[in-house]
C-alpha cells in the first residue's frame, strides 16, 4: 500500500515547491510554455519530486489499510498459549514475537486490571510465585502471592516487577529474559510494527478475560466494567475484526454478546466440567462462535456435534506431538498450544 495525496495537497505541495525558488504560480505557467531548456528542465524536475513524495510508501498507512482489511479466518487455526509459554515467559511481548516468528496464526493470551483502570497481560490477577521477581530482588512464596494483588497496583508499580528471569518449574526449556507485564495496547502495536516488517500476515488474538464471581471488586472489576476497559483498547487499536474474547466465567460472554454481537466470542471448558454442550450454550444463553474444551474432553462426536451447531471447536492446552495429531485427526478447527512447533512439524 502507499501514501496519495489528494488535489489540494499535491497543489499546495507545488506552491511550496515553487516559492523555494521565488516563482509564483503565474509565471510559472508562464515559463513552463514560453520559457528556455534549462528553465523547463527545473520545473521538471520539481514536478518529478512532488510525484515521488506522493508515492512513497507510509507505514501508518499500510497498517491502517491492513487493519481494514477483511480478516481471512485460516483453514485450520494454531494458536501460541500464552504467546509460547514452552519456550519463552509467558503474556510477554519476547513470547507473542517468538510465537509469530514460528507461524502462529492466533496469539492467545490473558488480560486482567490495575488499580489505575490499565488492561495488563497476565494469567492470574495477582504476581504468580511461579514468574516473579519482586523489584528488589528475591522471589514471591507461594503462600504470598494473592497479597501482590495486581487490582491494587498501578502500572507503574506493576512494571518493577520482573516476570521473565525466574526459572519456569514446569518449563525447563523456557529462555530468561528479563520482561515485565506488558499492556494489551503495547501488544497491539507492537505487533502492528513487527508484522510491517516481517512481511507476513497479521495474526487474530485470542484474549481470555479472567474473572469469578467471587474475585468481583477484589482482584477485578465486574463483568461489564471489565468487559468496556478491554474493548476499549481493542476500538482504540481497531482490532475489532481481529480479536476473540473468550473467558470460563459466562457472565463477560454474556455481556458481550448483548453489547457487542459482532465481537467473536469462546466459551472455554474445564476438563472436570462433563455438563453436555447443549446445557452449558443453554446457561450461557446463546451459541459462541467458539467452543474451547480441555482437550481431554474431545471426541469425534463433541466435534462433529460442535459442528452441527455451527460452532468452531478448539481444544486447550495440547504440549505432545500424538494427542496434536489426533485432534487435528477428529477435525477440530485450531489447537492451542505452548508449543507452536507441534503444529508445523
Request: hydrophobic letters at 40%.
Amino acid at each position: 500500500m502507499h501514501a496519495s495525496l489528494n488535489v489540494d495537497e499535491t497543489l499546495q505541495l507545488l506552491i511550496k515547491s515553487l516559492a523555494l525558488i521565488k516563482l509564483d504560480p503565474v509565471s510559472f505557467v508562464s515559463r513552463l510554455f514560453l520559457g528556455g531548456r534549462l528553465c523547463s528542465i527545473s520545473i521538471f524536475l520539481i514536478i518529478t519530486c512532488i510525484i515521488c513524495i506522493a508515492c512513497v510508501p507510509s507505514n501508518n498507512m499500510e497498517a491502517k489499510n491492513a487493519l481494514s482489511t477483511p480478516a481471512r479466518h485460516p483453514s485450520f487455526d494454531l494458536q501460541g498459549h500464552r504467546g509460547c509459554r514452552g519456550i519463552m515467559p509467558e503474556n510477554t511481548w519476547a513470547a507473542m514475537k517468538t510465537a509469530l516468528d514460528m507461524g502462529v496464526t492466533t496469539l492467545e493470551m490473558d488480560v486482567v486490571i490495575t488499580k489505575d483502570k490499565q488492561v495488563v497481560l497476565s494469567h492470574e490477577p495477582w504476581f504468580s510465585h511461579q514468574v516473579t521477581t519482586k523489584p528488589g530482588g528475591g522471589y514471591i512464596l507461594p503462600a504470598e502471592e494473592k497479597d501482590f494483588n495486581i487490582y491494587n497496583f498501578t502500572y507503574e508499580q506493576v512494571k518493577q516487577f520482573d516476570v521473565g528471569l525466574k526459572p519456569h518449574p514446569r518449563f525447563p526449556q523456557q529462555q530468561k529474559i528479563a520482561a515485565v507485564k506488558p499492556l494489551l495496547s503495547e501488544i497491539f502495536q507492537e505487533v502492528q510494527q513487527y508484522m510491517l516488517v516481517a512481511k507476513r500476515p497479521y495474526p487474530f488474538f485470542n484474549i481470555e478475560i479472567k474473572s469469578l464471581p467471587e474475585h468481583d471488586g477484589v482482584f477485578h472489576p465486574e463483568p461489564a466494567a471489565f468487559v468496556e476497559l478491554v474493548m476499549q483498547v481493542i476500538k482504540d487499536n481497531q482490532q475489532e475484526k481481529m480479536v476473540n474474547l473468550q473467558s470460563f466465567d459466562m457472565r463477560p460472554l454474556q455481556f458481550i454478546n448483548k453489547h457487542y454481537p459482532a465481537i467473536s466470542t469462546a466459551l472455554l471448558v474445564e476438563d472436570d466440567d462433563t455438563k453436555p454442550v447443549e446445557q452449558q450454550l443453554k446457561e450461557l444463553g446463546f451459541t459462541p462462535k467458539i467452543y474451547s474444551p480441555h482437550f481431554s474432553l474431545v471426541t469425534i462426536e463433541l466435534v462433529k456435534k460442535c459442528h452441527d451447531l455451527n460452532m468452531k471447536i478448539i481444544p486447550w492446552t495440547v504440549n505432545d506431538k500424538s494427542t496434536f495429531i489426533q485432534l487435528k485427526e477428529m477435525k477440530v478447527d485450531g489447537i492451542i498450544t505452548d508449543y507452536p512447533a507441534l503444529g508445523l512439524e
